[in-house]
């Protein structure tokens, strides 16, 4: 009895107020969510939603566009599943910094990976401490028991213009602080 006095008075209460609002504007995004109540699930946007006329581009294997302060990587489907050398440098020291580190050193170093999953591509880190050759059968188990950590998963913002690539929204893993990148130890991260 208590729970359809609560309903009913919650119906008395607000009705009136979302009456007022009126129905919503002509091409107004409809709200988040479906008819269960679970969240709209948002995938790809066409390219020029994101990759605006206001970018600045940097062709290359991987081309990097910056539009505003966001940072975008179109990845070709071509370089899936190849070996990257990523290296991490540092761009600065501070003037008390230990050690005998300058600007322009290397700190970290580690070959990494696109993969894609659905509507996402992950960049994975890839170990080389334990091998076989492809034509030999432990060379399964190896591969299985020896998987790289994935160190973030991004979710395909646009297709290419020509669909032969993925875009990702990059800004987060390369301008925040993320120790797969940095390479420092758990005391300089908090000194620094």
């Avoid at 894609?116 to 492809?134: C, H, P």
């Amino acid at each position: 009895m208590h729970a359809l006095l609560r309903t009913s008075l919650a119906v008395v209460l607000f009705a009136p107020a979302l009456a007022a609002q009126g129905p919503p504007p002509a091409g107004a995004q409809p709200p988040a969510g479906n008819a269960q109540g679970q969240p709209a699930r948002r995938g790809p946007r066409p390219y020029n939603q994101v990759i605006t006329d206001r970018a600045v581009t940097d062709a290359g294997g991987i081309t990097v566009h910056r539009v505003e302060d966001r940072w975008f990587f179109e990845v070709p489907d071509s370089l899936l599943r190849r070996d990257f050398l990523m290296v991490s440098r540092v761009a600065a020291v501070p003037s008390n910094f230990a050690g005998f580190t300058s600007a322009g050193t290397s700190i970290a170093e580690r070959v990494v990976r696109w993969e894609k999953n659905g509507e996402r591509l992950m960049l994975r880190s890839i170990g080389f401490g334990a091998v076989a050759d492809d034509s030999l059968p432990i060379a399964i188990s190896v591969a299985s028991n020896n998987l790289g950590p994935i160190l973030a998963s991004f979710p395909i913002q646009a297709f290419s213009r020509d669909s032969s690539g993925a875009v990702l929204d990059v800004t987060d893993f390369f301008g925040g602080d993320t120790p797969a990148l940095s390479a420092l130890d758990a005391a300089q991260r908090r000194t620094y």
